[in-house]
């Protein structure tokens, strides 16, 4: 398989932008290599600038539910294209997005849209410290909500720790307003309650983390989540920017039932162009600007293409209910990858919500981000290339989730799982 077009790109790219990127994620870097640049995708398959076509498993990091070009999503954005493709002022697609939101996600009476995951977040974390009066920030180690100053923060050991920023240009007055927990730690979090519970203006939590590879909150864990944060009277925020409308329509707090008090959403609500949203109970989001006083604003938010296509995919996946068909394929997915590595002696363990899943090559389960740490990302990084060799676009990096599409068929599956089998022969 030749990368030759791909890698001349990457090096006129890397002349223009930091790293050849612009987002660092692309750039390989955690499996070395050299990033591979893509001229066009269809349903399940991405073509190289080289024309070679791969199964896609990244999905642009989660949007494309619906697989690429999808035809209800492509027409919508073809429609919506000659009538302005912004105004700056509101329009009635805005309101039925808004209400597509406020139907499926349990916790939300009403929304503010944005632009990008990280708007969602950062707004929400400003929100919950306008409306309760307090500072502190409680995040977990191993998420990831976007590049927020205060949320880009190290992660801390298994104790409560005020953090240090872990980016440069991160001041320590900034990142020193967050506390930074341990993942399904329910103990942990309780006793951060006890001694910094009044200060505490929110927890921002992945209900299902996927920023560490997937990981499962434990019942107890989210259950806490849950209920010291009422008795403090801190806001918990669910950042579902992946898991919403993916591993259920209303997100992990459907399949949970626990509501949380502020959502933030993003990838799939923009049908692959760029959408974020919070929101949450009425009395809580009336606190934003105009109707209230935390300021929030963006020249593009509720852009008509980006609602276009949002609402084109959410209704798609309200009418057609895919998720039970998603699982379906996923389970026989992690069962093949099981297989696979059992077959060829490699110890693994499998992180699996619905339509995302990471194959962890671990030797115990992964739980946190101190146990996702120890997998060992050298073979990870050869059963990458090995894929890409046979076809199959897995993410570049041990600590992302794949995703599944409605676009993947039982022969994309097929096709994976043998070319699992022969990379993962090859591993040791
Ligand atoms: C992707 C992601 C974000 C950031 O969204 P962007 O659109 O990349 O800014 C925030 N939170 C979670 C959980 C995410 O997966």
Not at 257 to 273: A, R, V, Y
Not at 287 to 310: D, K, R
Not at 320 to 344: C, D, I, M, Q
Not at 363 to 370: M, P
Request: with cysteine.
């Amino acid at each position: 398989m030749s990368h030759e077009k791909s890698h001349a790109a990457f090096e006129r790219a890397k002349r223009l932008m930091p790293g050849g990127v612009n987002s660092p994620a692309r750039a390989f870097g955690a499996v070395g290599g050299e990033p591979i640049f893509f001229d066009r995708a269809e349903g399940a398959y991405l073509f190289d600038i080289d024309g070679n076509r791969y199964i896609d498993y990244v999905l642009s990091w989660g949007p494309m539910v619906l697989g690429h070009g999808h035809p209800k999503v492509v027409e919508a954005i073809g429609q919506a294209i000659p009538r302005g493709t912004s105004f700056g002022a509101p329009t009635e697609a805005e309101n039925i997005l808004a209400q597509l939101v406020i139907d499926a996600v349990p916790s939300v009476d009403k929304v503010r849209l944005v632009s990008s995951g990280t708007e969602a977040t950062m707004s929400a974390i400003r929100l919950a410290r306008g409306f309760t009066g307090r500072d502190v920030i409680v995040k977990f180690a191993g998420n990831y909500h976007g590049h927020v100053d205060s949320l880009l923060v190290a992660a801390g050991s298994s104790a409560a720790t005020l953090s240090v920023p872990n980016s440069p240009g991160v001041t320590s007055g900034t990142s020193g307003d967050t506390l930074v927990l341990k993942y399904n730690d329910a103990e942990g979090l309780e006793a951060a309650f006890a001694e910094h519970g009044r200060h505490i203006a929110g927890v921002i939590v992945e209900p299902v983390a996927g920023n560490m590879g997937c990981v499962k909150a434990s019942i107890d864990f989210r259950e806490t989540l849950r209920e010291v944060t009422r008795e403090h009277g801190a806001l918990l925020i669910f950042d579902e920017v992946m898991t919403g409308f993916r591993v259920a329509y209303g997100g992990a707090q459907e399949l949970y039932g626990i509501t949380p008090d502020l959502t933030t959403l993003g990838k799939i609500l923009g049908g692959g162009l760029p959408m974020g949203a919070y929101g949450g109970r009425a009395e809580i989001m009336d606190c934003v600007l105009p109707a209230g006083e935390v300021f929030q604003a963006g020249t593009l938010s509720g852009n008509p293409l980006a609602a276009a296509a949002g609402i084109a995919t959410l209704e798609v996946l309200r009418d057609t209910n895919p998720y039970e068909e998603l699982e379906r394929l996923s389970t026989r997915l992690a069962v093949g990858l099981e297989e696979a590595a059992t077959a060829a002696g490699v110890p693994f363990s499998i992180g699996w919500f619905g339509a995302m899943m990471t194959f962890f090559f671990s030797t115990e389960s992964v739980t946190d981000w101190d146990t996702a740490s120890r997998c060992n990302t050298d073979r990870y990084a050869r059963y990458f290339w090995g894929l890409i060799e046979r076809g199959v676009y897995m993410p570049c990096s041990q600590y992302e989730a794949l995703f599944l599409s409605t676009a993947h068929t039982d022969d994309n599956i097929d096709a994976t799982i043998a070319a699992a089998h022969e990379v993962m022969a090859d591993l040791e």
